[in-house]
């Protein structure tokens, strides 16, 4: 669902970047109040895994299409929904920056769609609303089929977003109707697919460490464990070094509306300068364009014709696709997660113990 420079106006850009930032500003507030001791490890080896997990993308079968998690429920689970903001934030900056996933002036839409719907509305409005409020472990088929609903619903509302986002822009030539109509089916399926994997997940923390998933929703409960951040740690890296070699090779979720529309996946950004300008930029520092790394490529600025996600290709190749590039993009990019996340987690809980 990452959108690309192409389909944003300035305008619409600059707005969602001040809505995500306003949103980014209480999440930072939020959190300087917890005093869970385990959190701000806990949030940089999840950041890790987030973003390696979201490098697999599943094929949605009878379509033709694919998606991959977007991990805001998840991350809101066990962390709280504040702090699954700032790293999903972590996460699309990364990707933004280094991969070329999803533009530089679209972070703030983007943000706002996988982050703050998943995050700040879903969550709280449906999965909390959901589950008992007395601190008391829900069982693990009520866990199961709540998360797979708020799943559900937080990828309609952000397929939703970027349908609305393009048309605010009027800078493509998308119909509403039809880009709507093909946007929130597709989203569907990936929702249900994300929240699969999510109650499934939760299933086996619920075993593991039902302890997590306590200290979510109880503020002040904390336990830290160097062998669970280890474990997450493990986990992010065999999923970006192998497991991404498993990715499906067709176009997602967004990728796919559009092609059903225009015929292909790539539209033409308009001949403004700030889109040349964040093209260039972009250009300078996406060194593993494409989650991969070709040692023989030469420097090229990313064409501003350019694809819906900006990332991940979707030529048809080999499966799967072993690939030393791709792992090598994969580890440096959780690497580079996991560093962002702690960086502005330690910041941020230092200034809140500075003494006066």
């Known amino acids: 669902m990452h959108m690309a420079d192409a389909l944003l106006s300035p305008a619409v850009g600059a707005a969602f970047w001040i809505a995500s930032g306003t949103a980014l500003a209480y999440a930072t507030r939020q959190l300087k109040r917890n005093d869970r001791s385990d959190l701000v490890p806990l949030m940089g080896v999840l950041g890790a895994f987030v973003f390696a997990a979201q490098m697999i993308n599943f094929s949605i079968p009878g379509t033709g299409s694919s998606g991959h998690i977007v991990g805001g429920l998840l991350l809101s689970i066990l962390l709280g929904p504040q702090a699954a903001l700032i790293v999903i934030a972590s996460v699309l900056t990364v990707q933004a920056l280094f991969f070329a996933d999803g533009g530089l002036l679209s972070l703030g839409a983007n943000l706002f769609n996988m982050g703050v719907m998943s995050c700040l509305v879903a969550y709280p409005l449906i999965y909390r609303t959901l589950m008992p409020r007395t601190g008391v472990l829900p069982t693990a088929k009520r866990m199961g089929w709540v998360a797979v609903l708020t799943s559900v619903v937080g990828l309609q509302l952000g397929a939703l ?21 093909l946007m929130q089916p597709i989203h569907l399926a990936i929702g249900l697919g994300e929240g699969l994997a999510t109650a499934a997940l939760l299933v086996f923390i619920r075993q593991a460490r ?42 997602d979720g967004l990728e796919w509306s559009i092609e059903r529309i225009t015929g292909q996946t790539n539209v033409a950004a308009p001949p403004s300068d700030v889109h040349a300008q964040l093209s260039t930029w972009q250009t300078a520092t996406a060194l593993f364009k494409d989650y991969t790394w070709d040692f023989q490529r030469k420097s090229a600025p990313i064409p501003r014709e350019t694809s819906i996600i900006a990332s991940k290709s979707i030529a048809q190749q080999a499966w799967p696709s072993v690939n030393f590039g791709t792992s090598l993009a994969g580890i440096v990019g959780g690497m580079l997660t996991l560093s962002l996340v702690a960086g502005v987690g330690y910041v941020l809980r230092r200034r809140t113990t500075r003494p006066l």
Do not use: E, K, N
Request: net charge positive; with cysteine.
């Open 161 to 181: 977003g970027v349908v609305l986002q393009t048309q605010l822009s009027l800078i493509s030539s998308l119909p509403l109707g039809t880009f709507l109509w």
């Open 210 to 251: 039902p302890d997590l998933l306590v200290a979510s929703t109880t503020p002040g409960v904390t336990r830290s464990s160097r062998c669970l951040l280890a474990a997450i740690g493990g986990a992010a890296l065999v999923v970006a070094g192998a497991l991404s070699w498993f990715a499906s090779c067709h176009p």
